[in-house]
């Protein structure tokens, strides 16, 4: 799964930890999902999605498998 999250968050102009703070995750959750090593859970999917005001297929995007 790729995501768009260090693009909207550069928009929204905030850092790891502030999006992580406001998430309540941890920076290191925020770090790794930018990086495609962690997939949130659909509860963390929607809160992104709601904090960005953005639809959560536009924060996600499903690759085709081969």
Known sequence: MKNNLKVHRAI???TQAE???VINVSRQ??????KGKY????VLALKLALFFEKPVE?????????
């Open 19 to 21: 999006l992580a703070e």
């Open 12 to 14: 929204k102009d905030i």
């Open 58 to 66: 536009e924060l996600f995007i499903l690759e085709e498998e081969d």
């Open 29 to 34: 959750t925020i770090n790794a999902m930018e």
């Open 39 to 42: 997939v949130p859970s659909t």
